[in-house]
């Protein structure tokens, strides 16, 4: 069965410093994607970034990058040069398959809480 | 710009009553999800609709609880008799139908539910 893994409950970082958050996914399916989404005190989902089974570069969106290692079945996150505004829960999820012909739905990890230090 | 909006924010109720929730996605976005969130925990799927049309449901949605997106623009969900397990974040999601640009959902603000 598909499955996310964050096994880091809580991160620190100082400012201004660069972060990686950890995530493992386990599927039988050759293609699917693989998102990051932040979740701060506010409640809402803010899509970060995003990369699919088969691209070959890892995605990278501003500050934040994908660190896709397709065999060992990881797509951690980093951040760099984190601000204090970074400060938020952070959800690794996976979408199983085409998203046309199954739907789209995520699958999530449990989260990682991470803390900017001034 | 106008993202997927959810009404009310929040809901406090007491056990044994219904509750409805209502959520407008981004318009002319023809897919809608519907996740709940438990405290300290990541999202878990509940539904999705493509357009009218309900299209999976997960096992988490018991009979208890139904989701409607009539005109295939905004969704309610109900939950009747509802329990203290209830109790949780309701997130809702849109994506357009198709295109590179429909990889990601779109997350409203969420309603959190408080049984008593």
């Known amino acids: 069965a598909q499955k996310i893994t964050q096994t880091q409950p809580g991160m620190f970082v100082q400012e201004k410093e660069a972060v990686t958050l950890d995530c493992t996914y386990d599927t039988s399916d050759q293609s699917y994607g693989l998102f990051w989404y932040k979740q701060p005190s506010s409640g809402e989902m803010i899509f970060l970034i995003y990369q699919g089974s088969y691209d070959e570069q890892n995605a990278t969106e501003g500050r934040y990058s994908l660190n896709f290692q397709k065999a060992r079945k990881s797509a951690n996150l980093v951040i760099s040069a984190s601000q204090l505004g970074d400060s938020a829960m952070y959800f690794c999820a996976m979408r199983e398959g085409s998203f046309y012909n199954q739907g789209g739905k995520l699958i999530f990890g449990q989260g990682t809480e991470l803390s900017v230090k001034p | 710009d106008t993202g997927v909006s959810q009404d009310p924010r929040h809901k406090i109720t007491k056990r044994g009553q219904n509750v409805t929730f209502r959520c407008d996605p981004i318009?002319?976005?023809?897919?809608l999800y519907w996740y709940r969130q438990t405290l300290g925990q990541g999202p878990e799927f509940l539904t999705y609709f493509q357009n009218e049309a309900q299209l999976e449901k997960s096992r988490l949605l018991s009979d208890r609880f139904s989701a409607e997106r009539p005109k295939g623009s905004f969704s309610t969900l109900e939950i009747q008799r509802t329990e203290q397990g209830d109790s949780a974040m309701y997130l809702c999601?849109?994506?357009?139908?198709?295109?590179?640009?429909?990889?990601?959902?779109?997350f409203g603000p969420g309603t959190r539910l408080t049984v008593t």
């Open positions: 999601a849109s994506s357009p139908g198709g295109g590179p640009s429909s990889r990601e959902q779109y």
């Open positions: 318009s002319e976005h023809n897919r």
